[in-house]
C-alpha cells in the first residue's frame, strides 16, 4: 500500500546516529532507576489529549469495515492484551490471518528493526536482527505498526486512508480530537490519520503498559519474593534450560527485565498448513525463513496458546516442547522450516519432571500484579503511583514517531502540556 511505504521511507537511516544516543540515555536510565525515581516537578494527573483519545481509538469499534471490530478485539485485558484464540477472525466474516495475536503489554518498549553486531559465546562477532514489531519484524517500529491494523484485510479491513479519516470524524470523540489538531489538520485526511496513529502510539506507551511490578521485578530487587519451586525454577532458567540466553533476566534497556532479547529464532514449531517464512519473508535470506522474533516471557500465564501461530495450547507443553522436541518428533508434527530449526540450544535439554514443573512454576512471578489486581468488569489495569510517567521517561522510548513526514512536514507536536484539564478549561 502506498501510504505504508511512504510512511516507511527514510527508516533505514535513522537507525545509524541515534543508536549512540540511545545507548548512551540507557545507561544513565538503568543508573537513575536503580537509585529510585527521582521526581521532579509534580505532574498534574491529566493525560495529555494524545493519550486520551488514543484510548478511544483502541476501544472504538466502528473504525473497521464492516463495523465492529477494534484493536480490543484481539487485544484484551484478561489475556494481557493477547488473544485467547490462536488465530484471531477479522472484522470480515470467514476471514482469518495466520498469527497469534501478542500481548501488547511491553510493546512500546520494543527496540526498533535494526542489523545489531552481538557477540557469540566464543567471542566472535556476528550481525543479527533484532526487534522490530510483529513476529516477523516488518514493522520497524510502534509507530510503524499500528497503522497495519486498520487496513489489513484480515483485521479490520478499511479500503484507504479516506474511509479512516471519515469515521474518525463521525466517532464519539470526534470534538476532542478536532480540539487536539485544530480545524487545519482536521480537515486533511493524511494528517489526521497521522495524529491517530501517533495517538495510539502514546497510549501504548502509557504506564498500564509497562508496571514492572511481577514477583520476579522484586525478586531482582532484591526482595524475597519467590517460593521455593520458584528459586529452583530460576536457577533452570538461567542455567540448564538456557532460556535467559534469549529470554534475558537482565534489566538493560529498562527499570525492568523485558525477559527477551528481542532477537531472532527458528524453534520449529508445529506447522498449521501454509507455510509461513517469518524473518526471511522480510529479508529474502534463505537462512532466516522460519525465524520469528523472541517475545517477552513478562505475564506468560496470561497468553495462551503459544508461539506465533498459537499452535501450542499450554505453557507446559511449551516446555516439554523446549525439553524433548527433537527426542519425540512425532508428537509435534512437521515444522515449516526444518533445516534453519535451531537444534543447538532447545530440544533436547534432557531436564527431569520435576525441573520442568519447577520452570512452569517459576512462569508465575512473571506476571503483573496490576494485571493480576485488575477488576472484571475494567477495561484495563489500574495505573500504578510508582511508574512514571510517558514524559518523566519519553527520551528512553525506542521510536521515532517525531520523525519528519511529508503528510506533516515541519512543525511537530502541539505541546504535551496540553492537557485535557487545560483544554476543557
Ligand atoms: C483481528 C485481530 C486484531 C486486531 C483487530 C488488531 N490486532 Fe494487533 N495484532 C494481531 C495479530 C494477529 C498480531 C501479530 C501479527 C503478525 O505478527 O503478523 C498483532 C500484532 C500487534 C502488535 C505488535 C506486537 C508485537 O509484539 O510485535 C501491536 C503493537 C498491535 N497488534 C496493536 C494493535 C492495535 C493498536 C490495533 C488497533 C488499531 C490492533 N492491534 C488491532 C491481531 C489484531
Ligand atoms: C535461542 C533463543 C531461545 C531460547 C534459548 C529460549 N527461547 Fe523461548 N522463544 C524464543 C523464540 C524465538 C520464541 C518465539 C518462537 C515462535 O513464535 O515461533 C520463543 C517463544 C517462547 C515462548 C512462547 C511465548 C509466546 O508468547 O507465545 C515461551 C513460553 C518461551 N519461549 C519460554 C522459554 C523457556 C522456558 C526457555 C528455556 C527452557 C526458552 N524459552 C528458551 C527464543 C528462545
Given at each position: 500500500m502506498d501510504f505504508q511505504t511512504g510512511w516507511r521511507s527514510g527508516h533505514g537511516n535513522m537507525n545509524?546516529?541515534?543508536?549512540?544516543?540511545?545507548?548512551?540515555?540507557?545507561?544513565?536510565?538503568?543508573?537513575?532507576?536503580?537509585?529510585?525515581f527521582v521526581h521532579g516537578e509534580e505532574v498534574s494527573d491529566a493525560k495529555p489529549l494524545a493519550v486520551v483519545i488514543g484510548k478511544q481509538i483502541f476501544l472504538d469499534s466502528t473504525l473497521s469495515q464492516p463495523v465492529g471490530q477494534g484493536c480490543f478485539s484481539c487485544h484484551r485485558a484478561e489475556t494481557a492484551f493477547a488473544d485467547s484464540r490462536p488465530i484471531s477472525p477479522g472484522a470480515v466474516k470467514g476471514r482469518v490471518g495466520r498469527r497469534n495475536s501478542p500481548s501488547l503489554m511491553y510493546a512500546a518498549l520494543i527496540p526498533g528493526f535494526a542489523y545489531e553486531d552481538v557477540q557469540t559465546d566464543d567471542g566472535t562477532e556476528v550481525y543479527a536482527w533484532e526487534g522490530g514489531l510483529f513476529h516477523d519484524g516488518r514493522a520497524g517500529d510502534l509507530f510503524e505498526q499500528v497503522q497495519q491494523?486498520?487496513?489489513?484485510?484480515?483485521?479490520?479491513?478499511?479500503?484507504?486512508?479516506?474511509?479512516?479519516?471519515?469515521?474518525?470524524?463521525?466517532s464519539e470523540y470526534a470534538a476532542e480530537f478536532r480540539q487536539w489538531v485544530g480545524d487545519e489538520i482536521w480537515?486533511?485526511?493524511?494528517?489526521?490519520?497521522?495524529?491517530a496513529f501517533r495517538a495510539l502510539v502514546e497510549f501504548l506507551k502509557e504506564p498500564i503498559f509497562r508496571p514492572f511490578d511481577a514477583r520476579i521485578d522484586d525478586y531482582l530487587n532484591g526482595?524475597?519474593?519467590?517460593?521455593?519451586?520458584?528459586?529452583?525454577?530460576?536457577?533452570?532458567?538461567?542455567?540448564?534450560?538456557?532460556?535467559?540466553?534469549?529470554?534475558?533476566?537482565?534489566?538493560?534497556?529498562?527499570?525492568?527485565?523485558?525477559?527477551?532479547?528481542?532477537?531472532?529464532?527458528?524453534?520449529?514449531?508445529p506447522s498449521r498448513?501454509?507455510?509461513?517464512?517469518?524473518?526471511g519473508g522480510q529479508t529474502g535470506e534463505a537462512a532466516e525463513l522460519g525465524q520469528f522474533r523472541a517475545p517477552s516471557l513478562r505475564n506468560i500465564v496470561l497468553t495462551a496458546p503459544y508461539m506465533h501461530n498459537g499452535s501450542i495450547k499450554t505453557l507446559k507443553e511449551v516446555l516439554e516442547f523446549y525439553n524433548r522436541r527433537d527426542v519425540e518428533p512425532e508428537r509435534w508434527g512437521h515444522t515449516d522450516y526444518p533445516v534453519t530449526v535451531n537444534r543447538e540450544d532447545m530440544g533436547d535439554l534432557k531436564l527431569t519432571e520435576q525441573q520442568v514443573s519447577d520452570l512452569l512454576a517459576l512462569m508465575n512471578a512473571f506476571t503483573d500484579r496490576t494485571l493480576l489486581n485488575r477488576k472484571d468488569t475494567d477495561d484495563f489495569p489500574a495505573t500504578t503511583n510508582e511508574t512514571p510517567s510517558t514524559?518523566?521517561?519519553?527520551?528512553?522510548?525506542?521510536?521515532?514517531?517525531?520523525?519528519?513526514?511529508?503528510?506533516?512536514?515541519?512543525?511537530?507536536d502541539p505541546p504535551s502540556s496540553l492537557s485535557r484539564n487545560a483544554a476543557e478549561s
Open positions: 545509524h546516529a541515534p543508536r549512540h544516543l540511545f545507548l548512551f540515555v540507557t545507561l544513565a536510565f538503568v543508573s537513575f532507576s536503580f537509585a529510585g491494523p486498520f487496513f489489513d484485510p484480515n483485521e479490520m479491513n478499511l479500503p484507504d486512508e479516506e474511509t479512516l479519516a471519515s469515521r474518525l470524524r463521525d480537515r486533511d485526511d493524511q494528517r489526521l490519520n497521522y495524529h526482595k524475597a519474593a519467590l517460593t521455593q519451586a520458584e528459586l529452583r525454577g530460576l536457577e533452570i532458567f538461567r542455567g540448564a534450560g538456557k532460556c535467559a540466553d534469549c529470554h534475558l533476566l537482565q534489566p538493560s534497556s529498562w527499570a525492568g527485565p523485558l525477559l527477551s532479547d528481542y532477537g531472532y529464532d527458528n524453534l520449529g514449531v498448513g501454509k507455510k509461513d517464512a517469518g524473518l514524559d518523566e521517561l519519553r527520551l528512553y522510548f525506542p521510536d521515532w514517531t517525531h520523525r519528519k513526514h511529508p503528510a506533516y512536514p515541519g512543525k511537530c
